[in-house]
């Protein structure tokens, strides 16, 4: 079952929103929006399941006034966890396996780093979204490779994730990655596409494969 979290920061435009929930092949059944990121569902017609965060980034607290009260979950300020992981504990709980996050661009860089510590987790986010990047994560326990059918030069970076050991393999790319040396603080940083389909596998551990937005 996949869930689509709405964080606060910037987006992809409405449109490309759109074609995110409405017309994947697999259609979310669980959608919450952490406290701004209603704003960001709300501006490309998407009606959340559930609303969750301290709400102080919201603006006017009236615009929640539609939903049923107890579609909406009011955490203090002062709190130990942020907006959106207490949406992501909250897609696991409703039975999400695979939970993609929409916004969290741009802003604050420790906000930023925030939502990237989710993908070391036990369990973790699959695809993040925002406005200029549109980011996978592959790992040989879930969901081990990326297909893709991309334009010729492409840029992709790749990033080893969790606790290792890593190996990776790819097909259509100029440095294929089966001849990396994997390591923690390594990467492979602006590869480039050679063909219109491209392929990348976790043979061992996990990655994030990092693409420019091009919905």
């Given at each position: 079952m996949l869930g689509i979290i709405f964080t606060g920061g910037e987006a992809p435009d409405t449109q490309a929103i759109?074609?995110?929930?409405?017309?994947?092949?697999?259609?979310?059944?669980?959608?919450?929006?952490?406290?701004?990121?209603?704003?960001?569902?709300?501006?490309?017609?998407?009606k959340p399941d559930w609303i969750i965060g301290d709400m102080?980034?919201?603006?006017?607290?009236?615009?929640?006034?539609?939903?049923?009260?107890?579609?909406?979950?009011?955490?203090?300020?002062?709190?130990?966890?942020?907006?959106?992981?207490?949406?992501f504990s909250l897609a696991a709980e409703k039975g999400c396996q695979k939970i993609w996050i929409i916004g969290g661009g741009g802003g604050r860089i420790?906000?930023?780093?925030?939502?990237?510590?989710?993908?070391?987790?036990?369990?973790?986010?699959?695809?993040?979204?925002?406005d200029t990047a549109d980011i996978y994560c592959i790992d040989t326990h879930v969901q081990s490779e990326l297909s893709l059918c991309l334009e010729k030069k492409t840029i992709i970076s790749v990033?080893?994730?969790?606790?290792?050991?890593?190996?990776?393999?790819?097909?259509?790319l100029k440095w294929p990655l089966n001849v990396l040396e994997w390591d923690r603080g390594f990467f492979g940083l602006s590869n480039e596409t050679t063909d219109d389909r491209v392929l990348v596998r976790a043979k061992q551990g996990r990655f994030m494969v990092i693409l420019p937005h091009i919905m």
């Open positions: 759109k074609q995110l929930v409405e017309k994947q092949t697999q259609k979310a059944e669980i959608i919450i929006a952490a406290d701004s990121g209603f704003l960001t569902a709300q501006n490309a017609g998407v102080d980034s919201l603006g006017d607290p009236a615009q929640l006034a539609a939903f049923e009260p107890e579609r909406i979950i009011r955490h203090e300020h002062d709190k130990d966890y942020t907006d959106t992981e207490l949406a420790d906000h930023l780093f925030g939502i990237r510590s989710l993908f070391e987790r036990e369990l973790f986010p699959q695809r993040w979204i925002t990033f080893p994730l969790g606790e290792g050991p890593w190996e990776a393999e790819s097909i259509g």
